[in-house]
Antibody
């Protein structure tokens, strides 16, 4: 069974930093790209960032470029999202989500971790 | 960047058919994927590659894609189908996933 478990969310002040983790199991981790997708309270889904299976390709959404950094550790089946210079409008549930086999759609999602940016 | 447009809400009586549209410039040339999200839950893939159902998704869910509109169709709607539905494409011109704004389906 594919499992994606996020951790690291919490309350942080504007301008602060936070590091999210995603622990994967139930599939061959090194064969799939992984993404972070967020959802602000009462709002829709917004793709944040993605990393290819071997970390060769890394992508960012326009709203986080230059502030967030995605990375992965295939030896430990982990993906990270380092979030710096956080803003109030970064407040959201952050989901870890797996690329399907063709790397152009998402097929599995974790349950999400809440990040609250507030003074 | 590529924009996907969905109606905010759709209402349907039990047993009837719900159609949720996703508009985009020449979207028929893209692969469209659909997610269902119930309150407090993570999204669930219900349709991929325009009209294919992942394992475990009921046959009541189907999809089509042509011209400037992709459509998710739910036949014989059940109360448990009440949820938000999102379309998604991969925008190869910007190397970004794009989601539609979401459609809330209400079962009357």
């Amino acid at each position: 069974e594919v499992q994606l478990v996020e951790s690291g969310g919490g309350l942080v002040k504007p301008g602060g930093s936070l590091r999210l983790s995603c622990a994967a199991s139930g599939f061959t981790f090194s064969e799939h790209g992984i993404n972070w997708v967020r959802q602000a309270p009462g709002k829709g889904l917004e793709w944040v960032s993605g990393v290819s299976s071997g970390s060769k390709f890394i992508y960012y959404g326009d709203s986080v470029k230059g502030r967030f950094t995605i990375s992965r550790d295939n030896a430990r089946n982990l993906v990270f999202l380092q979030m710096n210079s956080l803003r109030v409008d970064d407040t959201a549930v952050y989901y870890c989500a797996r690329d399907g086999p063709t790397n152009d759609f998402i097929d599995y999602w974790g349950q999400g971790t809440l990040v609250t940016v507030s003074s | 960047s590529y924009v996907l447009t969905q109606p905010p809400s759709v209402s349907v009586a039990p047993g009837k058919t719900a159609r949720i549209t996703c508009g985009g410039d020449n979207i028929g040339s893209e692969s469209v994927h659909w997610f269902q999200q119930k309150p407090g839950q993570a999204p669930l893939l219900v349709i991929h590659f325009d009209g294919d159902r992942p394992s475990g998704i009921p046959e009541r869910f189907s999809g089509s894609n042509s011209g400037n509109t992709a459509t998710l169709t739910i036949s014989g709607v059940e109360p448990g189908d009440e949820a938000d539905y999102y379309c998604q494409v991969w925008d190869s011109s910007t190397d970004q996933y794009v989601f539609g704004s979401g459609t809330g389906v209400t079962v009357l």
